[in-house]
């Protein structure tokens, strides 16, 4: 259900009208805007003008390779995106998140399970005020995480993050040195119901280790096999 007094807008990106049609009269009733497109060039463009507060995005689209599509928008902007497909392999999931998708749908689908997607998407990719925070600034090495702020520097220079990379950091960097099971984490940043999704959590650690980790440094996120993750002691 889109939140009372805002009209959530989704961008479906999916060339099947029977499909369209199923999604858009049950996103209707409860609330949100949509808008379609059935091609690449044309999805483009209805990001940039209608400036949609979710995408679903289809990998087979007649003109335009998916993967790549989920890329450009990614480029473009922060907006939640999630991939609905009928290709449900392990590779294409995990190359998808690779290419900013922030959740992966696999057709067919029930329209409530949509709805938890997109409400969970929602709650990490909507801006929100900023929390109160016991510490708001947290440092490790040459990083800075200013977490009321929710802006993140690399020796001094803001690196650009996701808002679900961002929230994956954030539970890392309020954790300093301790272990965060893989669990704990997805359930925190994506949601309950995905604690067994484990290579979400493995892509965007990785993610963020491209973005914050200087290959001369010392990590920053630390491995425990078979368990999680630890953000190194903060100085």
């Known amino acids: 259900m889109a939140e009372q007094g805002i009209r959530t807008k989704v961008l479906m990106v999916e060339d099947d009208p029977n499909i369209v049609d199923l999604i858009r009269s049950n996103l209707n009733v409860r609330g949100f805007d949509t808008v379609a497109s059935t091609d690449g060039l044309h999805a483009l463009r209805l990001l940039e003008v209608e400036q949609p507060d979710i995408v ?9 390779d998916g993967m790549d599509l989920c ?3 990614r480029e473009r ?23 900013g998708a922030d959740d992966y749908l696999t057709k067919p689908f029930g329209i409530e399970e949509l709805l938890a ?3 969970a998407t929602l ?6 005020a900023p929390a109160r925070e016991t510490t708001s600034v947290i440092r490790v090495g040459g990083i800075e995480v ?13 690196v650009h ?10 539970e890392l960097a309020t954790n300093p040195g301790r272990l965060v099971t893989h669990a704990q984490l997805l359930r925190r940043v994506w949601g309950p119901g995905y604690e067994t999704e484990t290579e979400y959590v493995r ?6 280790r491209a973005k914050l980790e200087a290959d001369d440094s010392e990590p920053l996120i630390l491995t425990q096999p078979r368990a999680g993750y630890r953000l190194a002691s903060a100085d």
């Open 203 to 208: 892509v965007y650690v990785r993610r963020l």
């Open 77 to 99: 902007s922060t907006v939640g995106i999630i991939v609905v497909s009928a290709r449900g392999g392990e590779r294409d999931k995990v190359t998808a998140l690779n290419m």
């Open 56 to 64: 679903l995005l289809d990998l087979m689209l007649p003109d335009a």
């Open 123 to 128: 709650r990490r990719t909507r801006a929100a």
């Open 71 to 73: 890329r450009q928008i």
């Open 146 to 158: 200013d977490l009321s702020d929710q802006r993140v520097t690399r020796d001094g220079v803001p």
């Open 117 to 119: 997607r997109i409400s």
């Open 161 to 170: 993050l996701t808002p679900t990379e961002f929230a994956l950091l954030r």
